[in-house]
């Protein structure tokens, strides 16, 4: 909680100086929006861990933080230019990766630090009602380096009532192969050998067309259409096979999945206290697994300037063809791929929690450029015994 407090008193600080800054320069036209400052903690237990075959403890816990600075001007032409930059910091700990090479006291993929930088542009035009942007990313962890760019664009009607929105990314990551100790010198019908480079490409199409239907009522239509290819599984999580005793393999899948989810949105408002906020999308694959998500957020205003909103999710999915539990996979079956990776299995799972929400133009809790702040907590509960909790802290400075 120190380095948080320390942390919202260094924002503070900066948009004071760059506000003094801005205002003591007459012909300066690029200006602090607002500053979002995010933590959370995340903490699940489980015990299936895909590092041992599907068995083992899924202990994780992740301390997250991220800056968010949004930056905008004004051009001659009345057009808006948003520039952001954003930087996350994640630390966790992970009793399970902890069991790649449990011969040592410790392994380096038991606790890392993952960092994300990236850099936003938008360029909204009031005339025409467009809007033109991109934006570049990295993140990198002990074994994971990934670097994304991505372009959109959206159009919306004269009147604003509809919009159609297109932002098409890519991701081009590198896996430092790692496999389980047992592996690393011995011949196996792995592709990849200990300490290869192997990539793992994303290619993303998102679509959204948003209706205001009336007063009340708000749909969207969304889609996110996406293409993997490279090294999909992961090597250091293991596979045992119930005839060949206990000699494990390194996970193999296939080296592309096509993704396809399909989501529809709709937002109704019940007076002034009340919005109803609902949403299901359908997913389905190349790897034959199909899901379906349910979500309702009930936000209600206690005041004019606080809130509340309990929110559920509801989640079920079809195990991927290649997914067997522990010692399930037989050699005989003369498989080319296998996973026992629950995160692939058939299951459900339930999501609860609250959203509480204060908002103030004047300043929150004795500082003045605070003007939001939001607390979320969320429970999670998997059909394979997985739970995790999740609280979130979000400060945002204008």
């Known amino acids: 909680m120190k380095k948080i407090v320390i942390t919202v008193a260094a924002l503070v600080m900066c948009l004071n100086v760059a506000k003094a800054q801005s205002d003591s320069t ?5 200006k602090i929006d607002e500053v979002n400052f995010i933590t959370s903690y995340y903490h699940q237990d489980g015990n299936n861990s895909a590092v041992t075959g599907g068995i083992g403890s899924e202990k994780l816990d992740d301390f997250g933080n991220s800056i968010d600075l949004q930056l905008s001007r004004f051009d001659k032409k009345n057009n808006k230019h948003t520039f952001g930059v954003e930087l996350g910091i994640d630390v966790y700990s992970s009793a399970s990766s902890d069991k790649i090479d449990p011969t040592t006291i410790s392994s380096a993929s038991s606790k890392d630090v993952r960092i994300s930088p990236s850099l936003n542009y938008l360029k909204e035009n009031a005339k025409n009602n ?6 570049v990313s990295f993140s990198q962890e002990f074994d994971y380096t990934s670097i994304g760019a991505n372009v959109l664009f959206a159009k919306a009607t004269k ?44 290619y993303n199409l998102a679509l959204g067309l948003s209706q205001v239907v009336n007063q009340r009522l708000q ?3 969304l889609t996110d259409i996406g293409y993997q290819t490279g090294l999909l599984g992961t090597a250091y999580q293991r ?38 906020r609902s949403f299901y999308r359908f997913y389905t694959d190349s790897w034959n697994l ?5 979500e309702l957020e009930i936000p209600y205003k206690i005041t004019p300037f606080v809130s509340v909103a309990p929110f559920y999710r509801f989640y079920s999915q079809s195990g991927v063809d290649y997914f067997k539990p522990y010692k399930e996979h037989l050699l005989s079956d003369n498989s080319e791929f296998y996973t026992s990776d629950y995160d692939l299995s058939k299951f459900t799972s339930h999501l609860f929690g609250l959203n509480f929400r ?25 059909s394979t015994d997985l739970t995790s909790h999740l609280i979130t802290l979000a400060l945002k400075f204008k």
């Open 130 to 135: 467009t809007a033109l942007g991109g934006g």
């Open 358 to 382: 204060m908002v103030s133009a004047n300043g929150l809790m004795g500082v003045k450029k605070l003007n939001v702040v939001e607390l979320r907590y969320s429970y999670y509960n998997r």
């Open 239 to 276: 596979v045992y096979f119930g005839d060949n005793g206990n000699n494990a393999y390194s996970e193999k899948l296939p080296d592309n999945r096509f993704k396809l989810p399909v989501g529809f949105r709709a937002n109704y408002f019940l007076g002034d206290k009340f919005i109803l």
């Open 26 to 30: 007459s012909n300066r036209k690029l």
């Open 290 to 294: 199909t899901a379906h998500t349910a």
């Open 159 to 202: 009147d604003k009532n509809r919009e159609f929105s297109a932002k098409a990314s890519v991701f081009l990551d590198t896996w430092s192969v790692i496999l389980p100790v047992e592996l690393r010198n011995i011949e196996t019908n792995f592709k990849y050998k200990q300490g290869d480079n192997a990539p793992r490409n994303s």
């Open 219 to 221: 749909v969207s239509i």
